[in-house]
């Protein structure tokens, strides 16, 4: 998703908010073929700290408080996994596996980002991926090691579902997890820049100027017209309140492992624009295995993919629902 979690890869949403404001809560962007460069492995320098929280910041806040209680209000952001409620089999898989793994939300027409769905190439990580975690001063060191403890421990269940090393390193991260407000994003174009030689302008700005309808937001990257993706940038608000925080953690970290697109059917599933599970679930992580398996091959597409499934399903999940 691109404005709920991604932009031509990733977008989560929350329409008809009592709020008369239509939500994104992640984005990925650059998910698809011709990307760049890969990242440097290099620390970027501290983001400056700003004398108290701007009355943009405080709006900020204020803001997607207000969300988090309308949406919770509407039976919202389930952290349960889905349930009874929620059933599912191998062709709802399937078809959910095709439109998430396989499409992509936006599309780059004269110069700009257009919301509009297309036929893509299976795209993921081919080496281990090492998170590294950046705080912006906004951010105190108690809710630092809240975050960072929620993101290692996201990273091992992560790694247990797709079979990739998926851990937090520090030295030498090639997925970069910022965690920035209001106040402290629009300086980061350069340390991005810096991080990722290359990037489109239209991407960078689109991390740096995240408007409001965005809760976060993630960036995959690749080397030319590889499927393989090099590197990521998740760019968290530091204003969001807990769960949505969480929320914006487990969507835009699964979908910058290559989940790009949003599909409004899937369910129970953070790969929709709905906003009513706000944590990975028993299907998503079904997903993660099916694009994981080394069965699949980065740059296969739909043609190719969905004669496959059938058999992988069944392995998965027994061939029932």
């Known amino acids: 998703m691109t404005h709920h979690c991604g932009f031509g890869g990733i977008i989560r949403g929350a329409a008809g908010l009592a709020l008369a404001t239509a939500l994104s809560a992640c984005t990925l962007i650059g998910g698809g073929p011709g990307l760049r460069p890969a990242p440097r492995a290099m620390a970027p320098a501290p983001v400056p700290a700003p004398a108290e929280p701007s009355i ?67 795209r993921r990580w081919e080496k281990p991926v090492r998170i590294g975690l950046r705080f912006g001063p906004s951010v105190p060191p108690e809710r630092q090691e809240q975050d960072r403890a929620t993101v290692a421990a996201y990273a091992a ?28 994003r629009p300086a980061m174009g350069d340390q991005w820049a810096a991080l990722f030689p290359g990037l489109d302008p239209r991407e960078l700005d689109s991390a740096t100027g995240m408007g409001l309808s965005t809760f ?36 835009e970290l699964a979908q910058g492992l290559g989940l790009a697109n949003d599909y409004p059917r899937a369910r129970p599933s953070i790969f929709n624009d709905d906003e009513e599970f706000a944590t990975l679930t028993s299907m998503d992580e079904i997903l993660l295995k099916l694009l994981y398996d080394r069965r699949l091959k980065p740059g296969m597409r739909e043609a190719e993919v969905r004669p496959m499934l059938g058999p992988i399903v069944a392995g998965l999940v027994g061939g029932g629902s």
């Open 56 to 122: 943009a910041s405080r709006a900020v806040e204020a803001h997607f408080t207000k969300v988090q209680a309308d949406l919770l209000a509407r039976g919202l952001l389930r952290n349960d996994g889905g349930g009874v409620d929620t059933p599912y089999g191998p062709r709802e898989i399937a078809d959910n596996f095709i439109r998430i793994a396989l499409y992509d939300e936006y599309v780059s027409e004269g110069g700009r980002l257009t919301a509009r769905e297309v036929p893509s190439r299976l």
């Open 157 to 184: 269940r992560l790694a247990r579902q797709s079979g990739l090393s998926i851990q937090v390193n520090d030295q030498s991260p090639n997925y970069w997890v910022y965690v920035v407000s209001e106040d402290e």
């Open 216 to 251: 976060c937001m993630v960036l995959a990257i690749s080397d030319g017209n590889s499927p393989v993706y090099s590197g990521a940038l998740a760019v968290i608000r530091s204003e969001l309140p807990d769960l949505l925080r969480l929320s914006c953690f487990h969507e």
